[in-house]
């Protein structure tokens, strides 16, 4: 299994912008498909982002589309979440999540890292 771990969550302002990078081991990080899911407090995880192996498909939940792009670098074993616009109901622990096939479910998902929390004030 491949180990991640997540970066860059912090406390920003309503509007503001945040980027997250999650760091795997392993040397078989462009054979995985990597995901984002997060998770308010009392609320389930939920689908954010997901990125195939190449690169070249991407996916979004309808809440974040037009405001977050995923993307990866398998040169360095990274995957990102860039947050643009971003809004309270964003606050969140965001978990990055490797797996087989850029699905949107966690089921599709096998490994996950541990999280960082995102924290956007009105």
């Known amino acids: 299994q491949v180990q991640l771990v997540e970066s860059g969550g912090g406390l920003v302002q309503a509007g503001g912008s945040l980027r997250l990078s999650c760091s795997a081991s392993?040397?078989?990080?462009?054979?995985?498909?990597m995901g984002w899911f997060r998770q308010a407090p009392g609320k389930e995880r939920e689908f954010v982002a997901a990125?195939?192996?190449?690169?070249?498909?991407?996916d979004y939940a309808d809440s974040v589309k037009g405001r977050f792009t995923i993307s990866r670098d398998n040169a360095k074993n990274t995957v990102y979440l860039q947050m643009n616009s971003l809004k309270p109901e964003d606050t969140a622990i965001y978990y990055c999540?490797?797996?087989?096939?850029?699905?949107?479910?966690?089921?599709?998902?096998?490994?996950w890292g541990q999280g960082t929390q995102v924290t956007v004030s009105s």
């Open positions: 392993g040397r078989t990080f462009s054979s995985y498909a």
């Open positions: 999540a490797a797996g087989t096939y850029a699905g949107i479910t966690r089921t599709d998902f096998g490994s």
């Open positions: 990125i195939s192996r190449s690169g070249r498909s991407t």
